[in-house]
């Protein structure tokens, strides 16, 4: 013999209410029975499982599964309303001439299930008794140490006591030492004038004053390097600033992408497939491709998340502090020689090699900064700007196929339309994440005229409507960000565009 067909069944709303009526109206375990049987049948489940969850014989369930679908195809259900006539004949049909089986047809059918149940939840609650009272037994032994941690504080109150006067007497003593200390420094402070005095005199006479040329020239040069460290000074403050703007975008960035790949991981993914699975196979045939791309992208995700901790490799160092030319340090180098000509060559060589030491601490301020951006803009270009491709493209594969379904099939539009709703949501979440980082989808208007340096035009086509080397389409969408200067947006990546060629 072939093997017997599985009954499909699919209960609307109207049609629960149906069921929900028809118990109220005649309880009975019969009755019981067949709305269980219909239910898990309209799950999903294959009979041979409702038979074995019910703890029935499969006979009976495919009688029910049987009478219900003859039902439902002589009335029309969803017509029926709760005063209906019709609802009692089919009461009557469906219901009312139908025997339980014997027994040895099926086991028990509704109490053994029951009665398996009642027994496990017996068996928790003894359980819970148990624990409630060994947690009864706990609380008593901790109220029983009360007394006793009440005596050691007690003790150890009565031994800090008499402590307490010693600690104040300590405490006035180094107030004491500690004024009298301020006394000395006040008056170490008054001596410091003749000190200094005393001082610029020795200087004058180890350190004769320079002949005119070479003060001359040590000022010039002092001056000259001041209005060079200034800019120095300027232009290391602003790459150093590029680099905390961009270290913070990939420490943002890290920590958001984690966010949205556990939103994803956690809440979206796993509704999306119980959805599908809520769809007859003939239409989850005709969603494979989509779902598919769906698939990829939580592939994709996971490979995110364990590269995402790589944007964080570089850290930021402090800001160095650059060297500067000062008049003692040139006199020092030009004391031991006053030709002029040696004088302003070693002079010369001095200020070469501290622009050259300034020069190397901004070069490396500079290579962290473009580091940090190139960290960024790679990840975002090579990692999140594929997925929200693969979410476009699968976007445009699915709007046609899902309105052709919905037409045919209107009992599923709102589960198709729910299903599709994820998508949307996927994008709009990674749309905000790049926005909140400053990143945006490049505006380009359909008959404007292609900027080569921010469309690639993948292709050209004939259109007489719209003017030559105008965009006719966009294929890839192109991203821009801005560094939140109120400057132009700096290009992220190209728009990949078909243009026309009249």
């Not at 913070?248 to 599908?276: F, G, H």
């Not at 290579?367 to 929200?388: C, G, M, P, S, Y």
Request: proline share 5%.
């Amino acid at each position: 013999m072939g093997k017997t067909k599985e009954k499909s069944i699919v209960i609307t709303e109207k049609q629960h209410s149906i069921l929900e009526q028809i118990v109220s109206q005649q309880f009975s375990p019969e009755l019981v029975l067949g709305v269980l049987i219909i239910r898990e049948i309209a799950k999903g489940k294959q009979e041979q499982q409702v038979a074995d969850y019910l703890g029935i014989k499969i006979k009976p369930v495919r009688q029910w599964a049987d009478k219900w679908l003859k039902a439902t195809e002589e009335f029309s259900l969803d017509d029926i309303s709760v005063d209906d006539e019709r609802l009692t004949q089919l009461i009557e049909k469906v219901f009312g001439n139908f025997q339980l089986p014997s027994e040895t047809e099926s086991s028990p059918v509704l109490s053994s299930a029951w009665e398996t149940q009642i027994q496990a939840l017996s068996a928790r609650l003894i359980n819970l008794e148990t624990q409630l009272q060994t947690t009864n037994q706990s609380v008593t032994g901790v109220e029983s140490q009360f007394p006793q941690v009440i005596n050691q504080l007690q003790r150890l109150e009565n031994q800090l006591f008499p402590i307490i006067p010693q600690l104040n007497e300590r405490v006035m003593g180094l107030e004491s030492q500690l004024q009298a200390n301020n006394e000395s420094v006040t008056a170490l402070e008054s001596q410091l004038p003749p000190i200094i005095n005393q001082l610029q005199q020795l200087e004058h006479q180890v350190f004769p004053p320079l002949p005119p040329a070479i003060a001359k020239l040590v000022e010039d040069v002092c001056q000259k390097d001041e209005v060079s460290l200034a800019q120095d000074q300027q232009d290391i403050d602003d790459y150093y600033k590029q680099a905390q703007h961009w270290s913070n975008l990939n420490a943002t960035l890290n920590y958001d992408l984690k966010s949205a790949i556990e939103n994803w991981q956690s809440n979206l993914l796993p509704d999306c497939r119980k959805l599908k699975e809520q769809l007859p196979e003939k239409i989850q045939e005709r969603l494979k491709p989509r779902h598919e791309v769906i698939e990829m992208i939580n592939r994709s995700f996971l490979r995110l998340r364990g590269v995402v901790d790589g944007l964080m490799a570089n850290e930021l160092p402090a800001k160095p502090q650059l060297p500067a030319i000062t008049q003692q340090q040139l006199r020092n180098i030009v004391d031991a020689d006053l030709d002029p000509d040696a004088a302003s060559q070693a002079i010369e060589t001095e200020l070469n090699h501290v622009q050259r030491e300034r020069y190397q601490q901004i070069r490396a301020i500079q290579d962290i900064a473009e580091t940090h951006q190139k960290n960024f803009t790679n990840f975002v270009k090579n990692k999140v700007l594929v997925i929200l491709d693969n979410l476009d493209e699968g976007e445009r594969y699915s709007k046609p196929v899902i309105k052709e379904l919905v037409e045919k099939t209107r009992q599923y539009q709102e589960i198709l339309e729910h299903w599709l709703g994820f998508h949307g949501i996927l994008r709009a979440n990674l749309l905000d994440l790049l926005t909140s980082l400053g990143i945006s989808t490049m505006k380009i208007e359909i008959g404007s005229p292609i900027d080569w340096n921010r469309h690639e035009p993948l292709d050209k086509e004939a259109d007489p409507q719209l003017p030559n080397e105008s965009i006719k389409e966009v294929i890839r969408k192109g991203y821009e960000f801005s560094m939140g200067d109120g400057k132009q947006p700096q290009l992220l990546r190209e728009a990949m565009v078909i243009i026309v060629n009249n």
